[in-house]
Protein backbone atom coordinates (compact mmCIF):
# COMPACT_ATOMS: atom_id res chain seq x y z
CA UNK A 1 0.00 0.00 0.00
CA UNK A 2 1.30 3.26 -0.44
CA UNK A 3 1.51 5.76 2.07
CA UNK A 4 -1.52 7.93 3.06
CA UNK A 5 -1.44 10.03 6.33
CA UNK A 6 -2.39 13.86 6.47
CA UNK A 7 0.66 15.71 5.03
CA UNK A 8 -0.06 13.26 1.76
CA UNK A 9 -3.85 14.40 1.85
CA UNK A 10 -2.19 17.86 1.70
CA UNK A 11 0.48 17.54 -0.78
CA UNK A 12 -2.44 16.07 -3.40
CA UNK A 13 -4.11 19.00 -3.79
CA UNK A 14 -3.29 22.52 -3.16
CA UNK A 15 -5.73 25.35 -4.26
CA UNK A 16 -8.50 27.28 -2.09
CA UNK A 17 -9.81 29.73 -3.52
CA UNK A 18 -12.66 32.49 -2.21
CA UNK A 19 -13.05 36.01 -2.83
CA UNK A 20 -12.80 38.97 -0.36
CA UNK A 21 -16.12 40.09 -2.10
CA UNK A 22 -18.90 38.32 -3.56
CA UNK A 23 -19.32 34.77 -5.06
CA UNK A 24 -21.84 33.11 -6.95
CA UNK A 25 -21.47 29.59 -8.53
CA UNK A 26 -21.72 29.29 -12.25
CA UNK A 27 -23.56 26.92 -14.21
CA UNK A 28 -25.54 26.10 -17.25
CA UNK A 29 -24.64 27.06 -21.38
CA UNK A 30 -24.95 24.46 -24.08
CA UNK A 31 -22.83 23.50 -26.50
CA UNK A 32 -22.32 25.27 -29.84
CA UNK A 33 -21.04 22.13 -32.52
CA UNK A 34 -20.43 25.10 -35.21
CA UNK A 35 -17.46 25.85 -32.90
CA UNK A 36 -13.88 24.47 -34.42
CA UNK A 37 -11.54 22.74 -32.49
CA UNK A 38 -9.34 25.23 -32.85
CA UNK A 39 -11.59 28.35 -31.45
CA UNK A 40 -12.49 26.00 -28.46
CA UNK A 41 -8.55 25.80 -27.60
CA UNK A 42 -8.88 29.71 -28.20
CA UNK A 43 -11.08 30.31 -25.69
CA UNK A 44 -10.01 27.92 -23.12
CA UNK A 45 -6.94 29.31 -22.87
CA UNK A 46 -8.38 32.85 -22.90
CA UNK A 47 -10.31 32.08 -19.53
CA UNK A 48 -7.41 30.81 -17.82
CA UNK A 49 -6.87 32.76 -14.15
CA UNK A 50 -4.96 35.25 -14.27
CA UNK A 51 -3.20 36.33 -10.92
CA UNK A 52 -0.32 37.05 -9.52
CA UNK A 53 -0.77 35.76 -5.48
CA UNK A 54 -3.50 33.85 -4.36
CA UNK A 55 -4.10 33.00 -0.47
CA UNK A 56 -7.40 31.34 1.26
CA UNK A 57 -8.49 28.22 2.74
CA UNK A 58 -9.65 24.51 1.48
CA UNK A 59 -11.35 21.87 3.16
CA UNK A 60 -10.37 18.41 1.84
CA UNK A 61 -12.24 15.28 2.02
CA UNK A 62 -10.22 11.97 1.59
CA UNK A 63 -10.82 8.60 1.77
CA UNK A 64 -8.58 5.30 0.54
CA UNK A 65 -11.46 2.34 1.54
CA UNK A 66 -9.91 2.03 4.65
CA UNK A 67 -9.67 5.18 5.85
CA UNK A 68 -11.58 8.85 5.51
CA UNK A 69 -10.08 12.43 6.94
CA UNK A 70 -10.87 15.58 6.86
CA UNK A 71 -8.87 18.78 6.97
CA UNK A 72 -8.64 22.07 6.31
CA UNK A 73 -5.89 24.05 5.46
CA UNK A 74 -4.70 27.73 4.76
CA UNK A 75 -3.17 28.29 1.29
CA UNK A 76 -1.00 30.51 -0.10
CA UNK A 77 -0.02 30.83 -4.09
CA UNK A 78 2.45 32.75 -6.06
CA UNK A 79 2.18 31.94 -9.84
CA UNK A 80 4.60 30.02 -11.34
CA UNK A 81 6.42 29.90 -8.41
CA UNK A 82 5.43 28.24 -4.99
CA UNK A 83 2.68 26.94 -3.46
CA UNK A 84 2.63 26.74 0.15
CA UNK A 85 -0.26 25.12 2.76
CA UNK A 86 -0.35 25.11 6.63
CA UNK A 87 -2.30 22.96 9.30
CA UNK A 88 -4.06 25.00 11.70
CA UNK A 89 -1.04 25.82 14.35
CA UNK A 90 1.23 24.98 11.83
CA UNK A 91 1.84 21.34 12.76
CA UNK A 92 1.70 20.29 9.08
CA UNK A 93 3.45 22.39 6.60
CA UNK A 94 3.88 22.05 2.30
CA UNK A 95 5.92 24.15 0.81
CA UNK A 96 6.28 23.13 -3.23
CA UNK A 97 8.07 25.25 -5.90
CA UNK A 98 8.87 23.92 -9.66
CA UNK A 99 12.28 21.93 -8.24
CA UNK A 100 11.23 20.86 -4.76
CA UNK A 101 8.34 18.98 -3.05
CA UNK A 102 8.57 19.71 0.78
CA UNK A 103 6.85 19.02 4.05
CA UNK A 104 7.17 18.47 7.69
CA UNK A 105 4.72 17.17 10.42
CA UNK A 106 5.18 18.11 14.05
CA UNK A 107 2.63 15.32 14.74
CA UNK A 108 5.17 13.06 13.73
CA UNK A 109 8.49 14.83 13.92
CA UNK A 110 8.98 13.87 10.50
CA UNK A 111 9.70 15.50 7.23
CA UNK A 112 9.88 15.01 3.44
CA UNK A 113 12.26 16.97 1.47
CA UNK A 114 12.62 15.96 -2.62
CA UNK A 115 11.23 15.68 -6.10
CA UNK A 116 8.26 14.99 -7.66
CA UNK A 117 8.29 11.21 -7.70
CA UNK A 118 6.39 11.13 -4.62
CA UNK A 119 3.73 13.43 -5.65
CA UNK A 120 3.29 11.50 -8.32
CA UNK A 121 3.53 8.16 -6.62
CA UNK A 122 0.96 9.39 -4.62
CA UNK A 123 -1.70 10.77 -7.56
CA UNK A 124 -1.02 8.17 -9.54
CA UNK A 125 0.59 10.26 -12.50
CA UNK A 126 4.08 11.57 -13.10
CA UNK A 127 3.25 15.47 -11.87
CA UNK A 128 4.98 18.64 -12.13
CA UNK A 129 4.36 21.93 -10.83
CA UNK A 130 3.15 23.18 -14.17
CA UNK A 131 0.69 19.87 -13.96
CA UNK A 132 -0.28 20.87 -10.45
CA UNK A 133 -0.36 24.68 -10.96
CA UNK A 134 -3.46 23.72 -14.25
CA UNK A 135 -5.11 21.10 -11.70
CA UNK A 136 -5.76 23.64 -9.18
CA UNK A 137 -6.87 26.41 -11.03
CA UNK A 138 -9.49 24.60 -13.85
CA UNK A 139 -6.93 25.02 -16.51
CA UNK A 140 -5.38 21.79 -19.22
CA UNK A 141 -3.42 19.58 -17.63
CA UNK A 142 -1.14 19.25 -20.97
CA UNK A 143 -0.95 22.17 -23.32
CA UNK A 144 -3.40 22.26 -26.08
CA UNK A 145 -1.06 24.20 -28.67
CA UNK A 146 1.16 22.78 -31.09
CA UNK A 147 -0.78 18.93 -31.38
CA UNK A 148 -3.33 18.00 -32.84
CA UNK A 149 -6.40 17.15 -31.18
CA UNK A 150 -9.69 15.44 -32.38
CA UNK A 151 -12.99 17.20 -31.41
CA UNK A 152 -16.13 15.40 -29.78
CA UNK A 153 -19.23 16.89 -28.21
CA UNK A 154 -21.51 15.41 -25.77
CA UNK A 155 -24.56 17.73 -24.59
CA UNK A 156 -22.48 19.18 -21.74
CA UNK A 157 -18.86 19.65 -22.63
CA UNK A 158 -16.53 19.49 -25.81
CA UNK A 159 -14.22 16.64 -25.26
CA UNK A 160 -10.68 16.93 -26.78
CA UNK A 161 -7.86 14.44 -26.35
CA UNK A 162 -4.79 13.68 -29.33
CA UNK A 163 -5.09 12.19 -32.32
CA UNK A 164 -2.15 10.15 -31.93
CA UNK A 165 -1.46 8.42 -28.71
CA UNK A 166 1.01 10.11 -26.57
CA UNK A 167 4.32 7.60 -25.03
CA UNK A 168 3.53 7.79 -21.96
CA UNK A 169 -0.29 8.84 -21.65
CA UNK A 170 -3.77 8.51 -22.70
CA UNK A 171 -5.47 12.22 -21.90
CA UNK A 172 -9.06 13.77 -22.56
CA UNK A 173 -10.43 16.77 -21.32
CA UNK A 174 -13.82 18.09 -21.23
CA UNK A 175 -15.16 21.44 -21.53
CA UNK A 176 -17.77 23.62 -20.64
CA UNK A 177 -19.21 25.87 -22.73
CA UNK A 178 -20.52 28.79 -21.12
CA UNK A 179 -17.00 30.18 -20.34
CA UNK A 180 -14.58 27.48 -21.74
CA UNK A 181 -13.20 26.35 -18.15
CA UNK A 182 -12.04 22.84 -17.24
CA UNK A 183 -15.27 20.07 -16.81
CA UNK A 184 -12.95 16.99 -16.16
CA UNK A 185 -9.68 15.78 -17.15
CA UNK A 186 -8.01 12.54 -17.17
CA UNK A 187 -4.34 11.12 -17.06
CA UNK A 188 -4.15 7.26 -17.61
CA UNK A 189 -0.78 5.18 -17.93
CA UNK A 190 -2.37 1.82 -18.25
CA UNK A 191 1.26 -0.18 -18.58
CA UNK A 192 1.19 1.24 -15.34
CA UNK A 193 -2.37 0.53 -14.13
CA UNK A 194 -2.67 4.08 -12.94
CA UNK A 195 -5.64 6.66 -13.78
CA UNK A 196 -5.94 10.32 -12.24
CA UNK A 197 -9.71 11.48 -13.31
CA UNK A 198 -10.43 15.21 -11.95
CA UNK A 199 -13.86 16.96 -12.22
CA UNK A 200 -14.67 20.45 -11.50
CA UNK A 201 -18.14 20.04 -10.30
CA UNK A 202 -18.73 23.83 -9.54
CA UNK A 203 -16.83 27.18 -10.58
CA UNK A 204 -18.04 30.29 -9.17
CA UNK A 205 -17.16 33.85 -9.92
CA UNK A 206 -14.49 36.00 -7.84
CA UNK A 207 -13.41 39.27 -8.90
CA UNK A 208 -14.69 39.32 -12.09
CA UNK A 209 -12.63 35.77 -12.79
CA UNK A 210 -14.01 32.17 -12.98
CA UNK A 211 -12.54 30.01 -10.21
CA UNK A 212 -13.25 26.48 -9.31
CA UNK A 213 -15.48 25.60 -6.26
CA UNK A 214 -15.73 22.15 -5.68
CA UNK A 215 -13.35 19.48 -7.36
CA UNK A 216 -13.36 16.04 -7.05
CA UNK A 217 -10.39 13.82 -7.78
CA UNK A 218 -9.93 10.06 -8.01
CA UNK A 219 -6.14 8.36 -8.55
CA UNK A 220 -6.68 5.07 -8.88
CA UNK A 221 -3.42 2.68 -8.91
CA UNK A 222 -3.83 -1.58 -9.90
CA UNK A 223 -6.43 -2.29 -7.45
CA UNK A 224 -6.04 0.91 -5.38
CA UNK A 225 -8.30 3.68 -5.06
CA UNK A 226 -7.97 7.42 -3.18
CA UNK A 227 -10.99 9.76 -3.59
CA UNK A 228 -10.56 13.99 -2.45
CA UNK A 229 -12.97 16.32 -3.12
CA UNK A 230 -11.89 19.62 -2.12
CA UNK A 231 -13.86 22.71 -1.44
CA UNK A 232 -12.49 26.16 -2.27
CA UNK A 233 -13.48 29.39 0.55
CA UNK A 234 -12.16 32.68 1.43
CA UNK A 235 -10.33 33.80 -1.05
CA UNK A 236 -8.22 37.03 -1.93
CA UNK A 237 -6.24 37.51 -5.13
CA UNK A 238 -3.14 39.60 -5.76
CA UNK A 239 -2.31 40.36 -2.18
CA UNK A 240 1.11 40.69 -1.03
CA UNK A 241 2.32 37.56 0.68
CA UNK A 242 5.09 35.69 2.86
CA UNK A 243 5.82 32.05 2.85
CA UNK A 244 7.75 30.89 6.13
CA UNK A 245 8.79 27.44 5.91
CA UNK A 246 11.43 25.93 7.56
CA UNK A 247 11.91 22.27 8.58
CA UNK A 248 12.52 21.89 12.22
CA UNK A 249 15.90 20.33 13.59
CA UNK A 250 15.91 16.67 14.92
CA UNK A 251 12.92 15.85 12.64
CA UNK A 252 13.33 12.37 10.51
CA UNK A 253 12.77 11.94 6.78
CA UNK A 254 9.82 10.00 5.95
CA UNK A 255 10.43 6.47 5.38
CA UNK A 256 8.64 6.31 1.53
CA UNK A 257 7.56 2.70 0.42
Given at each position: MRQKCVFSVMVILLLALSSCGSTRTVAGGSVDERLSIKNVIRNHEAAGLQFRTLSGRLGIDYSDGEDSQH??????MKK???IW??????????????GRVSFYNKLNNEYFDGDYSYL????????????LQNL???KSLMDLEGRNYSLRHSAEAYEIQPKTALELYKFLIKIEPQHFRTAAQEMAQPEMNRIMAVRYTRYQEV??????????????????????????????LNRELRFPYKIPKGFNPVALQ
Open positions: VTVSLRDEVLSAPLGVIKVLITPSEILGSDVDFDKLIGQGQFLPEAVEIDAIEDDEKITIGIDYKQVE
